[in-house]
């Protein structure tokens, strides 16, 4: 785990809520799901692959616009506003609100739309969960640019010159009821404020609606997950119920599903400096309030465009 | 995938040559352009670059393209650098009323190498948005071209009198109006 680890950008202990265990505390005897969740977290850290950005591949994505464009435009009917607003050069940090379960149809049409914006050379990373890196059929998304979700990743992206995209959010937005799909939830996370400071790059803010109505999510399933122990395992803090083709009831989502086919609406909104907003030493709360807010506005407003859910 | 669109302008070859060489108008006539910006020191002629988007369907698609064919008045052509494939050209010939009239022919061919089946299935239903962003391109091309001829002819026509009235009255002579 550690040199895997190390190789990924994450610190020694990465997982679960970074206590150490007390001596005197005696670890309970697993149950069967518990092995079997601790069986599958072994196969998933060893599946993670090293963190490496030149993995991404431009001519593997300028190869994949025309199948991208086409599930993009004819399917998600994406629309894509305001990429004006993203610096033309240098760092910044792309932050999204993240809808559409494990598929995220939001990630699609905005890589389409950023890569044929500004050009395939342009370096841009995605920062993923673990389990989306070291799910077997998934390791094309490295050709795209995707890193494991880690400081340590966006760290060597942002100082690369790249423009990353992170959804603080992660699995506990992704994957949240769908009657709360006009909703920003970054469940506190303030990490990507953090990084804006600590690299001194923009934020360009990501709105994202109709993800959300590709299946009915019914919940996120969190006291399912701790009781198999999958938080401190695979860093799920989730275990998604939902309705969604072709499974019916869905859950855990790990074999994906059938997204249909909602309208996929993204607004990248203006850069924020949080140095020319909050002067020379921002407070991390009040800048985190700020970027929430700014989205959540937006958000409402792309929620009173749309008419009716999935046709948008 | 190439698609072509062709038009009649009442206007000599020159005028209409002067509106496809400037990279100033041509947000103001290409439909569906979001973009058409100088890349270079040139701003027009042979070797001239520029950053292009186009938007068709979901994206703005384009890249960076220079110019690799000028012939006066004639043919002016560009190619990608970086971004999707693609080949443009106007080819301006006398039209069928004399050299008062121009016939224009502005195509584009675009694709990208190597995307194999879906990729050409993208350029076919990408096809008829492509075409109807010529079509109108050329129709708005024809109409600012028609209009700026008209004022040119305005203007002209006021300079003229103004000069022949200033002439006039320097000679002494009475001013003449119509059924005078």
Redesign the interface.
């Known amino acids: 785990m550690g040199a895997t680890a190390t190789r990924n950008g994450h610190s020694e202990n990465p997982v679960g809520d970074g206590r150490l265990r007390r001596d005197d505390e005696s670890p309970s005897p697993p149950s069967l799901p518990g092995r079997l969740a601790r069986a599958l977290a072994g196969q998933v850290t060893r599946r993670i692959p090293p963190a490496d950005l030149d993995e991404r591949d431009p001519d593997y994505i300028r190869e994949s616009l025309p199948r991208l464009w086409l599930l993009s435009s004819l399917y998600f009917r994406g629309e894509v506003r305001g990429l004006g607003n993203i610096p033309e050069h240098g760092p910044v940090l792309l932050v999204g609100n993240h809808s559409g379960g494990n598929l995220t149809p939001d990630t699609t049409v905005f890589t389409l739309a950023f890569s044929a914006y500004f050009g395939v050379e342009r370096p841009f990373y995605q920062l993923a969960h673990n389990l989306v890196l070291s799910w077997p059929g998934l390791g094309f998304l490295r050709k795209f640019g995707t890193v494991a979700a880690s400081p340590g990743n966006a760290e060597k992206a942002l100082r690369s010159g790249a423009a990353v995209l992170v959804y603080p959010g992660g699995d506990h937005e992704v994957h949240r009821p769908s009657w709360e799909s006009d909703r920003v939830d970054f469940a506190g996370r303030r990490g990507f404020i953090r990084l804006a400071l600590e690299h001194d790059v923009p934020i360009v803010p990501i709105v994202a609606i109709g993800g959300q109505e590709t299946a009915l999510f019914l919940s996120r399933g969190e006291g399912l997950s701790r009781l198999l122990g999958l938080d401190r395992l695979l860093r799920l803090k989730v275990l998604p119920i939902s309705l969604a083709a072709p499974w019916g009831l869905n859950v855990g989502d790990f074999l994906g599903h059938l997204p249909l086919p909602a309208k996929i609406t993204l607004e990248a909104l203006p850069a924020i400096r949080l140095r020319d907003e909050f002067g020379p030493d921002p407070d991390v709360d009040e800048a985190y309030d700020y970027v929430v807010r700014v989205m959540q506005e937006t958000l409402d407003a792309l929620a009173e465009e749309r008419r009716l859910p999935i046709i948008g | 995938m190439r698609v072509q669109a062709q038009i009649e302008i009442a206007a000599p070859r020159a005028a209409v040559w002067e509106f496809v060489i400037d990279p100033e108008r041509y947000l103001h006539f290409m439909a569906g352009m979001t973009r058409w910006e100088v890349a270079c020191d040139r701003a027009t002629g042979l070797g001239a670059r520029y950053r292009t ?1 186009m938007r ?9 393209v220079e110019v690799v064919e000028w012939d006066d008045e004639c043919d002016l052509a560009w190619s990608s650098v ?3 494939d693609q080949r443009g050209r106007w080819r301006l010939r006398t039209g069928a009323y004399g050299p008062e009239s121009t016939r224009v022919e502005l195509r584009l061919a675009y694709g ?5 089946v ?2 050409w ?3 076919v ?2 096809a008829p948005t492509v075409r109807g962003h010529l079509r109108r391109s050329l129709q708005q091309l024809k109409r600012q071209v028609e209009h700026e001829q008209l004022r040119r002819q305005a203007a002209a026509r006021r300079s003229g009198g103004v000069s022949a009235s200033s002439a006039s009255r320097s000679s002494g002579s009475p001013r003449r109006t119509n059924g005078s």
């Open positions: 988007l068709v369907g979901s994206a703005e698609i384009g890249g960076l970086t971004g999707v990208v190498a190597g995307s194999g879906l990729g299935l993208a350029e239903v990408a």
